[in-house]
């Protein structure tokens, strides 16, 4: 039986405009994530999995219906609230890292606590602040490359820094947007078993958007979504 919901949607509708054409996205999307699991979102290119994802993490509003986290409506909650929920609740990471070029490694961790707080909080907490830094540099293998920036950094490299920096704020779930999507498969099986580990060992929830069905025949739970919807059967428990 699945755990108790951590993030809800009821009735997500999204839909975008191209020139005059109203294009839409998702059409009335119910899902459940359970608490302490991984769960995949699985579909093809258009399906509505990553809009799904970025309205889960209040990045975009839908056009109807509700997100709920921990049982509290968040996504018509005000600007405060919603970018209070993602600098603290929850952790994102994207296919394509978004690291800022011209910062390290520990430095693109450490700047994702920066933000949200002001300068007096952060100088009063900078010690604890880099000691936690450092510690997800080393968890998830890259104290080698601490000073390092993103362009002297591989793909792999430059993933984990940002898992390392979505982790900083010690979030309830992990979003992750086709994290090994623009991965070697060496290197993405190396991404997965970290995020598994995160999951066994810290209790981490794991909601993680694929188009690769052997992705998702490993995660604990998996969404199939089709054409902006839901298919049948949601959430079914892998074997």
């Given amino acids: 039986m699945p755990n108790a919901p951590i993030l809800q949607a009821r009735g997500l509708v999204k839909s975008y405009r191209k020139n005059r054409l109203e294009v839409p996205v998702l059409r009335g ?4 994530i359970p608490a302490g699991a991984i ?3 699985v579909g093809r290119s258009g399906s509505g999995k990553s809009t799904l994802m970025h309205l889960l993490a209040t990045l975009d509003q839908p056009d109807s219906g509700e997100v709920f986290f921990q049982g509290e409506r968040i996504d018509n909650a005000s600007r405060r609230r919603r970018d209070a929920f993602r600098n603290r609740d929850i952790g994102i990471i994207f296919q394509f890292y978004h690291l800022l070029p011209e910062l390290s490694a520990l430095e693109n ?7 949200g707080q002001s300068v007096w909080s952060y100088m009063s907490n900078r010690r604890k602040t880099r000691a936690r830094a450092e510690e997800l540099l080393e968890r998830v293998g890259l104290t080698h490359r601490r000073t390092h920036k993103p362009c002297e950094m591989s793909g792999g490299e430059m993933q984990r820094a940002a898992i390392a920096r979505a ?3 010690e979030p309830s779930v ?4 086709e994290p090994t999507g623009n991965l070697d498969s060496e290197t993405g099986l190396e991404i997965l078993s970290l995020l ?3 999951n066994r060992e810290e209790g981490l929830t ?3 958007v694929t188009h690769d069905d052997s992705i998702a025949n490993d995660a604990d739970f998996a969404v199939r979504m089709e054409n902006g919807s839901v298919a049948p059967k949601a959430l079914a428990e892998v074997a």
């Fill in 167 to 169: 982790l900083m704020s």
């Fill in 29 to 32: 999307v119910d899902l459940d």
């Fill in 196 to 198: 598994k580990g995160l």
């Fill in 174 to 177: 992990l979003l992750a947007d």
């Fill in 206 to 208: 794991i909601v993680m």
């Fill in 39 to 41: 769960t995949a979102m």
């Fill in 109 to 115: 961790v450490l700047a994702s606590t920066m933000i």
